[in-house]
T-cell receptor
């Protein structure tokens, strides 16, 4: 069965420090991969997505993610975190064999300390 | 670019009443739309797949008689929460696949049942 795992429920980093949010998936084939951000009381904003090609994907707000097939991972990174990045981040996976349904990870809450 | 609009963004209803949430694709046609629900401090869970011109497909554990989905046109899907109870209070969000496997989300609807 398809599944998405975000092992870290909460992460706290200092402003200006680097960030990596982990995401692992379990699928039969290479799925399409997404990272979304949700601020408190808000909807979802797409940060970046991977379908094929270059495994290092650049997104908005200075975020990037790297697809590693051997590890079934799609970790989100940012070299220098800003206080405004505090939010909840969701990794999501979609596979054509499952009818374009997005399956979300449990989310990681990012706290930024000054 | 393509936009999915969801209405209302916030609604408060009395226990036992029904409430309808609309999801519209504004400049593209969507034969399929997806409805998700997010309880506080939890991830987004797919409730059902809305299919234009046919019955919706519900995920396991979602009551189809309680969450009525209608997809009468290529640009509109509605979710009606019937006989709402306080435990139905949640964030409901729809999505529609666009071209090139892009997923567009609505802004979400906050439902509070009192």
């Amino acid at each position: 069965a398809q599944s998405v795992t975000q092992p870290d429920i909460h992460i706290t980093v200092s402003e200006g420090a680097s960030l990596e949010l982990r995401c692992n998936y379990s699928y039969g084939a290479t799925p399409y991969l997404f990272w979304y951000v949700q601020s408190p009381g808000q909807g979802l904003q797409l940060l970046l997505k991977y379908f094929s090609g270059d495994t290092l994907v650049q997104g908005i707000k200075g975020f990037e993610a790297e697809f590693k097939r051997s590890q079934s991972s799609f970790n989100l990174r940012k070299p220098s975190v800003h206080w405004s990045d505090a939010a909840e981040y969701f990794c999501a996976v979609m596979s054509m064999e499952y009818g374009n349904k997005l399956v979300f990870g449990a989310g990681t809450i990012l706290r930024v300390k000054s | 670019g393509a936009v999915v609009s969801q209405h209302p963004s916030r609604v408060i209803c009395k226990s036992g009443t029904s409430v309808k949430i609309e999801c519209r694709s504004l400049d593209f046609q969507a034969t399929t739309m997806f409805w998700y629900r997010q309880f506080p401090k939890q991830s987004l869970m797919l409730m059902a797949t809305s299919n234009e011109g046919s019955k919706a497909t519900y995920e396991q554990g979602v009551e189809k008689d309680k969450f009525l989905i209608n997809h009468a046109s290529l640009t509109l899907s509605t979710l009606t929460v019937t006989s709402a109870h306080p435990e139905d209070s949640s964030f409901y969000i729809c999505s529609a696949p666009g071209t090139a496997n892009t997923i567009y989300f609505g802004e979400g609807s906050w439902l509070t049942v009192v």
